[in-house]
């Protein structure tokens, strides 16, 4: 069977409580699944207590609003304040009952790029040293984390408290996103850079990410990131597990460089996209990804794993959490480490568990589907074509491009 069989749960944009988390992980068990990574810090929060640190989690996950429209729209707010941080005694009630019926939980803290809570608690370690706000809007962000040893003593304090807590060989630092040529924005890190030697920005990138790898190794971790840190010089990138969500092609680059690759593409394994173009499904970035795109995923060979994502900009709620989730994640199951005949019957022997533990399924019969657009954070929007944007994904994966398309 698969030795990676993940699912990541985006607690960063709107935040999950432990309840919820424990529920989630308990639906994943029925369908095999032995990973939940767990997407803590962003823009938009940061939901893990920090007893080293705690400006991250007493300022860091508190927003003021949050974008209650598309993405690609001109913002518009809902002027009501966002906040939640797992304690350290939820994290371990967590993994305590992951570990007991055969799931590991990875933590993610994203670094350089995507760190505006961490940011708006401790502005000294970022470009300029501007004063941040907790992001209520969506998308990519000019924020980065100055390349200085400074912050990466800090990180060395931030990750020792995380390798702390999460007994998973793994950390995920993300590495993804990041708007590198910002840091030439900064005079004191152009002139570092010019002492170093350094030229480009992608140097500087590739030099944080090396530094970063020191602290987790040294750490006794094993250090994953998004394509994004491998794609953009694969040949000088770090030994780091790539989380290959650009496509086919970059995660076979990762395994042609010996890399452990999981692989998780935006098509077909972004659960935030919606199952079906309607105005009765709630707003989502784009899609659809449906049941049969999931069904038709075929893992590379060689590759570690397979994980989901649950991306959560839209998804505010448990119940349109659970509604995005399935049953794509069983068909995600199913398709790369499943039995049985047919999708169809291996879902039926398994859906009263779901129901015992009062997941929301969205129904494959239209006809007896619940209606839960309401939910959504805001009005219909077509979004993202799902066909066209992996075409652009791959070719910026491939490119050791940024893919700005949020």
Sequence with gaps: ???????????????????????????LAVFDYNTLHLHLTDDQGWRLESKEFPLLHTVGSIRKQSQNNHGLLEPTYDGIEHSGYLTHHDV?????????IGIRVIPEINIPGHTGALLAAY??????????????????????????SETFEFLTKVFQEVAELFPSEYIHVGG???????????????????????????????????????IINGLGKKMVTWDDAFAFDPDQATQATVMSWRGAAIAQIALDHGREVIQGPVLPTYFDYSQEVSTTEP??????????????????????GVQFQLWSEYIQSPV????????????????????GKDFETYFGQRRAQLEALGVMIREIDPGQRVNIAHLGIGEYHRGFDTAQIMQFLEESAIAGEVAEFN
Excluded at 92 to 100: F, P
Excluded at 320 to 331: F, N, T
């Design 123 to 148: 502005p000294q370690f970022g470009i300029n040293q501007n004063p941040v706000e907790v992001s209520g809007r969506w998308g990519i962000s000019n924020h980065l984390l100055r390349p200085f």
């Design 1 to 27: 069977m698969m030795r990676w069989r993940g699912a990541m749960l985006d607690i960063s944009r709107h935040f999950f409580d432990a309840e919820f988390i424990k529920k989630t992980i308990s639906a």
């Design 283 to 304: 707003l989502a970035i784009g899609g659809p990804i449906t049941l049969d795109d999931v069904l038709a995923f075929k893992p590379l060979q060689g590759a570690t």
């Design 176 to 214: 993804d996103e990041s708007l590198i040529n910002n840091w030439l924005l900064d005079p004191e890190v152009v002139a570092w850079m010019k002492s170093q030697g350094f030229v480009t920005a992608k140097e500087v990138f590739l030099y944080f990410m090396q530094e970063v790898e020191k």
């Design 92 to 100: 371990r009630e967590i993994i305590s009952h992951a570990h007991s």
């Design 320 to 339: 349109h959490a659970e509604y995005m989730m399935w049953p794509r994640a069983a068909a995600l199951a199913y398709r790369c480490w499943g039995d």
